[in-house]
């Protein structure tokens, strides 16, 4: 799909895109949109960097709106009775009972209630197994009630869920990510890490963030080795973003995609089902409502605030979740709707919240979902 199919397409959803770039909020939109099994869009649009167009192939870095993959795989884990969703951490980690995190279990860790959430990992300098013991040795915030108090962990126990799908499939995380989801998935050009060699041969399609600083768009490193070649659980995983589009279908599809059975559909209503309600996120600064490692859909708490939202015209059980200043994706089960896209400029949390609902709505006034 070319800029010009979009426009015709989706002409308001062009619009959000060309706004920004004439604001310099961005260069470049990668996007995937399906309804009811059919492909609306599928591309990219602008530049990735100066000379680099942004396409369908280019592969970009989803920060936190990869989170949900290692949050399936986990799940996986649970089908499989190799864990229950209230064992405690310790359990696998026996080493993570310090600082009165001996509680923690592992569905405090899917509704952020665990408490743990500012630790210095270290990454991407420090090795996995540093950054483990980092967290292993870190205490559980003063005054906060595990289970109870609420707060979005950026990164930290998400290390913690890598560390215990890692140990559960006797694999690293990214083996076990590839092994357990991204293969059986179809997900070919997913990645939580690139070894040397892979990055060698993709360098040329990663996608490039830019940062907004006095007025301007300023290029950050996020596409170099040192940050490709590590894994973080929360915020790494990197592909064209079709194929977290991909993702949410197989969701949408009640665990099943392209005959190959991922989830049950009683794991993905579990996922997806609002866990935590109605309570103030210490993180966002706004109540958030939280499945199994998904925001649900919390626009009750406030249609112009609430962070990271899928807009006015989804429904109450939309799923997903954002990455920082940048991509989302997000499954509306009762319109059948898939929605995933990359913008590759980050303009600040208050742009982009503006960004991010003007584009939610206008795909759904582009495909008469109003």
């Given at each position: 799909?070319?800029?010009?199919?979009?426009?015709e397409?989706?002409?308001?959803t062009?619009?959000?895109?060309?706004?920004?770039?004439?604001?310099?909020?961005?260069?470049?939109?990668?996007?995937?949109?399906?309804?009811?099994?059919?492909?609306?869009?599928?591309?990219?649009?602008g530049?990735s960097?100066?000379?680099?167009?942004m396409?369908?192939?280019?592969?970009?870095?989803?920060?936190?709106?990869?989170?949900?993959?290692?949050?399936?795989?986990?799940?996986?884990?649970?089908?499989?009775g190799?864990?229950?969703l209230?064992?405690?951490?310790?359990?696998?980690?026996?080493?993570?009972?310090?600082?009165?995190?001996?509680?923690?279990?592992?569905?405090h860790?899917?509704t952020?209630?665990?408490?743990?959430?500012?630790?210095?990992t270290?990454w991407?300098?420090?090795?996995?197994d540093?950054?483990?013991?980092?967290?292993?040795?870190?205490?559980?915030?003063?005054?906060?009630?595990?289970?109870?108090?609420?707060?979005?962990h950026?990164?930290?126990?998400?290390?913690i869920l890598?560390?215990?799908?890692?140990?559960?499939?006797?694999?690293?995380?990214?083996?076990a990510?590839?092994?357990?989801?991204?293969?059986?998935?179809?997900?070919?050009q997913?990645?939580?890490?690139?070894?040397?060699?892979?990055y060698?041969?993709?360098?040329?399609?990663?996608?490039?963030?830019?940062?907004?600083?006095?007025g301007?768009?300023?290029?950050?490193?996020?596409?170099?080795p040192?940050?490709?070649?590590?894994?973080?659980?929360g915020?790494n995983?990197?592909?064209?973003?079709?194929?977290?589009?991909?993702?949410?279908?197989?969701?949408?599809?009640?665990?099943?995609?392209?005959?190959?059975?991922?989830?049950t559909?009683?794991?993905?209503?579990?996922?997806?089902?609002?866990?935590?309600?109605?309570?103030?996120?210490?993180?966002?600064?706004?109540?958030?409502?939280f499945?199994l490692?998904?925001?649900?859909?919390?626009?009750?708490?406030g249609a112009?605030?609430v962070?990271?939202g899928?807009?006015?015209?989804?429904?109450?059980?939309?799923?997903?979740?954002?990455g920082?200043?940048?991509?989302q994706?997000?499954?509306?089960?009762?319109?059948?709707?898939?929605?995933?896209?990359?913008?590759?400029?980050?303009p600040?949390?208050?742009?982009?919240?503006?960004?991010?609902?003007?584009?939610n709505?206008?795909?759904?006034?582009?495909?008469?979902?109003?």
């Amino acid at each position: 799909m070319n800029e010009l199919e979009l426009a015709e397409r989706l002409p308001a959803t062009f619009g959000v895109f060309r706004e920004g770039v004439d604001r310099q909020l961005h260069t470049g939109l990668q996007i995937y949109v399906s309804l009811q099994g059919e492909i609306m869009a599928d591309g990219g649009f602008g530049l990735s960097a100066p000379g680099q167009p942004m396409t369908s192939e280019t592969i970009n870095l989803w920060l936190s709106a990869g989170k949900p993959l290692t949050v399936v795989a986990i799940l996986q884990q649970w089908e499989q009775g190799r864990l229950r969703l209230d064992d405690p951490v310790v359990k696998f980690i026996p080493e993570f009972a310090g600082g009165g995190k001996d509680g923690i279990t592992i569905r405090h860790i899917l509704t952020h209630t665990c408490g743990f959430r500012n630790v210095e990992t270290g990454w991407p300098e420090a090795s996995w197994d540093d950054i483990i013991r980092r967290i292993c040795d870190s205490s559980v915030e003063p005054d906060w009630v595990v289970g109870q108090t609420a707060g979005y962990h950026t990164a930290s126990s998400w290390f913690i869920l890598g560390e215990i799908l890692s140990r559960l499939m006797g694999l690293s995380y990214s083996d076990a990510m590839h092994k357990g989801l991204f293969e059986p998935l179809g997900l070919r050009q997913t990645f939580t890490s690139l070894t040397p060699t892979q990055y060698a041969e993709y360098e040329s399609r990663l996608g490039k963030i830019y940062t907004r600083e006095g007025g301007g768009l300023q290029l950050l490193d996020w596409h170099e080795p040192a940050r490709c070649e590590k894994p973080s659980p929360g915020a790494n995983a990197r592909g064209p973003i079709r194929e977290l589009g991909y993702f949410y279908e197989m969701l949408l599809n009640e665990g099943q995609y392209k005959g190959r059975q991922i989830l049950t559909p009683q794991t993905v209503a579990a996922m997806t089902a609002r866990h935590r309600v109605g309570e103030f996120d210490l993180t966002l600064a706004h109540k958030v409502d939280f499945g199994l490692g998904v925001i649900v859909n919390s626009i009750r708490y406030g249609a112009e605030t609430v962070p990271y939202g899928y807009g006015p015209f989804c429904s109450l059980r939309t799923f997903g979740h954002g990455g920082a200043q940048s991509s989302q994706g997000w499954c509306d089960p009762e319109r059948g709707l898939v929605v995933a896209y990359f913008f590759n400029g980050r303009p600040g949390e208050g742009q982009h919240g503006r960004r991010l609902r003007k584009l939610n709505e206008a795909i759904c006034a582009d495909l008469q979902l109003t």
